[in-house]
């Protein structure tokens, strides 16, 4: 199985900040890569597919970049409603998702 | 589109539940849909897929005790959960699938297995 590991758990922004999240595939995946925020009471989104590609809906502060095994999500000028759970996902075998990072407003 | 499931509850280990999944808003027949679960305080595992055409996959955790299918008349999904264990407990999700990634996803119903 394909392992998914966000090394970082938890990060605290101000809003106005810029963040990276990354995610680390355990064997290489090319582009299969999405990111998913989720936030309280409400159901997930689907942020970015093809590890860059933005999904219909979401803000152009919202980046995805890499390929292979190693991937970032990038989000500029955080904005209030950014807040909540991400997690990355890999669909190139199967389905396996990261253990999520928290980001929470510093 | 919404996606509502329904379904879950407690129950003891090593019987059975069933899991559905209402869609609207969208020709359910021509999607492919997953379930998904959460453990608590524990991350996201994808469980099951079911094509359009009903073709299915599991997660090896699941393989033999738990079937995914549709019934595209009436616009729902289901996943029959046989065997259960307490390491099943956890919000079972459904999502839609837009190339192999789930676009959109319900609120979850929980299943709690324990005697």
């Known amino acids: 199985d394909v392992q998914m590991t966000q090394s970082l758990s938890y990060l605290a922004a101000s809003p106005g900040e810029s963040v990276s999240i990354s995610c680390k595939a355990s064997?290489?995946?090319?582009?299969?890569l999405a990111w998913y925020q989720q936030k309280p009471g409400e159901a997930y989104k689907l942020l970015i597919y093809?590890?860059?590609t933005l999904q219909s809906g979401t803000p152009s502060r919202f980046s995805g970049s890499g390929s292979g095994t190693d991937f970032t999500l990038t989000i500029r000028s955080l904005e209030p409603e950014d807040f909540g759970l991400y997690y990355c996902?890999?669909?190139?075998?199967?389905?396996?998702f990261g253990s999520g990072t928290k980001l929470e407003i510093k | 589109v919404q996606l509502v499931e329904s379904g879950g509850g407690l129950v003891q280990p090593g019987k059975s539940l069933k899991l559905s999944c209402s869609a609207s808003?969208?020709?359910?027949?021509?999607?492919?849909m997953h379930w998904i679960r959460q453990a608590p305080g524990k991350g996201l595992d994808w469980v099951a897929y079911?094509?359009?055409?009903?073709?299915?996959v599991y997660a090896d955790a699941v393989k033999g005790r738990f079937t995914i299918s549709r019934d595209n008349a009436k616009n729902t999904l289901y996943l029959q959960l046989n065997s259960l264990k307490s390491e099943d407990t956890a919000i079972y999700y459904c999502?839609?699938?837009?190339?192999?990634?789930?676009?959109?996803w319900g609120q979850g119903v929980m299943v709690t297995v324990s005697s």
């Open positions: 093809s590890g860059s």
């Open positions: 079911i094509s359009s055409s009903s073709g299915t």
């Open positions: 808003g969208f020709t359910f027949s021509s999607y492919g």
């Open positions: 064997k290489s995946i090319s582009n299969y």
């Open positions: 996902q890999q669909y190139y075998e199967k389905f396996t």
């Open positions: 999502a839609r699938s837009l190339r192999r990634v789930y676009d959109y």
